[in-house]
């Protein structure tokens, strides 16, 4: 038999002492071994390729990597300046991986002097790529260190902008606004504006980018509680997208800079105002010593970043200059079969469709290259479109302020921007438009597959669950959108039908049949469980109603506690408790009857079960009092045993709470109502008074009373 090979360490034990000193951040020792070695400096130090000077760039030590610099011969340092690990990232590039800027000086000062003349014609340290096709100031720009990249900027020679662009069409940009670090892209933008107008490898310009970015902006960004909010709004509004760099120093906020480090004259500039300095720094320190208000200042900072960035951005995209506007499509208003025909039709047609696609699949296997998968479906679409379906109102509302004309750009399939507002269910941008003088020459496109403004609604493609508390309230946003748009739509266009032969309410009860489903279930199973409730609270406040605190008194046959206030507080609170409880199983009950159509999830159901949550909600808190009141009778505290007043209060409204705190979703549903029907009481008022009084002074006018209303 053959004997086997004896494997080796490829790395010795002073190399494995080396390691383990800067695995545990020993720089001292780590420096002391290559001390008494140094040509191990140059020579692989990990699986990676990287030398130890390499390693020496995550200390963040300026300091050691001079040492270990000096420690070389003029010659052996200039390649080890230059030396590439598996990926070709020479010191440079692993350098912009920490924070220390020094330490980029401490390499440019040793490239500058430790050149051969033979090899000063070689590209600098600055211009050498990676595999990637980065270099350390794309890198730099990559991983958001905008002090370190504009401290290698100021030591580029010649044309700058190559620097900022791969191989592959991937610009700086790109990757800066990827990765949110909007003050990076701000400050490249400042550099060279053609980045703002460059294309990467799939066509998307940076604006269409961030317009799939709604998150980064105040109009999507997640809700915040009250305080949260209240703080926002306290926070300064302006100031953020100055690059000051003056974390540890201060700076003179109203100085421009003129030289390459901000590429041209700042336009933003803070306030001259000594009250909004004094106020910006006041929060800015509070936000350094509070992690709360920390975070809040540094998502205001991102919104307001972003909204800056869009706003560069939006000054130099013309993209919707190219708009769809020949194509015209005629209405079909005269569909041959009838409305369940049209629905069966359509569905036959679907599931024929998606059993022949799963046939093919399982008969034939179809690879599916990476050059369809790395092409988004929306790169067609212009930012302008793009942002109305995010509902980014901030991009939007810049684009068409400053473009007033844009409002009317149509896209190759010819959506316009309330098409994808609609479809997207948007309504900040919905509210937007109908705001434009514009907006009623919006209403009459018909895309390329027939489909009106009533049909895009209609249809679930683009459907997003909403932060509802059931299926049936979520059902109700879905057709008080489809009325939103039938009232703004004109009437003929209630009757026109698709490409696949479908008016809108076919496409409507066809699409939503699933969660019309799911919403009778829900509404059912809940109406149920809240009128079971409603009737046990409803039985233990009659039972309550017959069980007398104290007893009656054997003379009379009156309560014991007849002339005591809190007696009367308990008829009271047990009274009202009954009728509570009663009226919410009457409401439950009436659901449980109901027919439940489509249209009425509209307002019908939903505003019953949230009349039948409240009044539950009250008959709790009626019980409680009324059981506090029960024991109060009872126990007879004295004065100085007031505290157990308070303790037994708490102890008694805490189920309330717990179930307040759970069904809370409802109760903001009933808040919603109320404030609807406070809106229209408020508007309804003062029109019939202005048409009482015009209708009174036409009146005295007539009869020669007085010639003035």
């Not at 910006?280 to 800056?308: N, P």
Request: net charge positive.
């Amino acid at each position: 038999m053959v004997a086997e090979e004896e494997v080796v360490s490829m790395f010795d034990e002073t190399t494995i002492k080396a390691q383990r000193a800067a695995r545990s951040e020993n720089w001292r020792l780590f420096k002391k071994i290559f001390e008494e070695d140094k040509k191990r400096l140059v020579e692989p130090f990990d699986l990676f390729g990287n030398t130890a000077i390499h390693i020496a760039t995550r200390s963040n030590n300026p300091r050691l990597l001079h040492e270990l610099l000096e420690m070389l011969s003029e010659k052996e340092r200039w390649h080890a300046l230059r030396k590439g690990n598996c990926v070709n990232n020479t010191l440079l590039h692993e350098i912009v991986l920490g924070t220390a800027v020094e330490m980029v000086g401490v390499v440019l000062k040793f490239e500058k002097e430790a050149a051969p003349e033979e090899e000063k014609r070689r590209v600098a340290l600055l211009e050498i790529q990676n595999d990637s096709g980065e270099t350390p100031l794309f890198v730099a720009a990559k991983l958001g260190r905008l002090e370190m990249l504009k401290y290698m900027a100021r030591h580029v020679e010649g044309d700058i902008t190559s620097h900022f662009v791969r191989f592959d069409k991937y610009s700086a940009l790109h990757a800066s606004i990827l990765g949110q670090f909007f003050d990076v892209a701000v400050w490249l933008i400042k550099m060279d504006e053609k980045l703002a107008q460059h294309k990467d490898m799939n066509g998307m310009t940076c604006l269409q980018l961030l317009s799939n970015m709604p998150l980064v902006f105040r109009s999507q960004a997640p809700a915040m509680g009250t305080v949260k909010n209240l703080i926002y709004k306290m926070l300064p509004e302006e100031g953020y997208e100055i690059h000051d760099d003056d974390e540890n120093e201060s700076a003179d906020y109203t100085h421009q800079r003129k030289d390459i480090e901000s590429g041209q004259q700042d336009e933003a500039k803070f306030p001259s105002s000594d009250r909004w300095r004094i106020n910006y720094a006041i929060w800015r320190t509070l936000a350094k010593e509070f992690d709360g208000i920390g975070r809040i200042w540094k998502l205001k900072k991102q919104h307001k970043l972003a909204e800056h960035l869009s706003e560069l951005l939006v000054q130099k995209d013309f993209s919707w200059q190219i708009s769809f506007h020949e194509n015209l499509h005629p209405l079909i208003m005269s569909p041959v079969l009838s409305k369940s025909d049209r629905i069966k039709h359509t569905h036959h047609m679907k599931e024929m469709h998606k059993t022949n696609s799963e046939m093919s699949r399982s008969t034939s296997y179809r690879p599916i290259t990476t050059e369809k998968l790395s092409i988004p479906h929306y790169k067609n679409y212009t930012p302008l479109l793009l942002a109305a379906g995010s509902g980014i109102v901030e991009i939007v509302g810049k684009i068409i302020d400053r473009f007033p004309e844009a409002i009317c750009h149509v896209s190759q399939d010819e959506h316009n921007v309330l098409h994808m507002a609609v479809k997207h269910r948007q309504l900040k941008i919905f509210n937007l438009l109908k705001k434009h003088s514009a907006f009623k020459s919006l209403i009459f496109r018909i895309t390329a597959e027939g489909r009106t403004l009533l049909h895009q609604i209609s249809r679930m493609e683009f459907y997003v669950e909403q932060h509802l508390p059931g299926v049936a309230f979520q059902l109700q946003d879905e057709l008080r959108w489809y009325e939103r748009v039938k009232h703004i739509v004109p009437t003929y266009y209630l009757m026109h039908c698709d490409k696949d032969g479908l008016t809108a309410e076919d496409v409507l009860e066809m699409e939503h049949r699933e969660m019309h489903k799911e919403a009778k279930g829900w509404i059912k199973e809940t109406a149920q469980s809240c009128s079971t409730v409603a009737v046990l609270v409803a039985t233990v406040v009659f039972a309550a109603a017959y069980t007398i605190p104290g007893g009656t008194n054997q003379n009379n046959g009156f309560p014991m506690f007849l002339g005591s206030r809190v007696f009367l507080f308990y008829t009271v609170t047990d009274v009202v408790a009954l009728v509570s409880s009663l009226a919410s199983v009457l409401m439950f009950l009436s659901i449980l009857t109901s027919p439940y159509e489509l249209w009425d999830f509209r307002s019908y159901l939903p505003r019953k079960l949230s009349l039948g949550f409240a009044f539950l909600f009250f008959s709790l808190v009626c019980t409680m009092l009324t059981l506090s009141a029960t024991v109060l009778l009872t126990i007879r505290l004295g004065n100085h045993q007031k505290w157990a007043y308070v303790l037994f209060g708490c102890a008694v409204f805490f189920p309330v709470v717990i179930f307040w705190r759970m069904q809370f979703p409802l109760y903001n549903m009933f808040q919603r109502l109320a404030q609807r029907l406070f809106k229209k009481l408020t508007r309804a008022v003062p029109n019939y008074l202005v048409k009482y009084s015009g209708k009174r002074s036409q009146t005295r006018n007539y009869h020669g009373i007085s010639m003035t209303s």
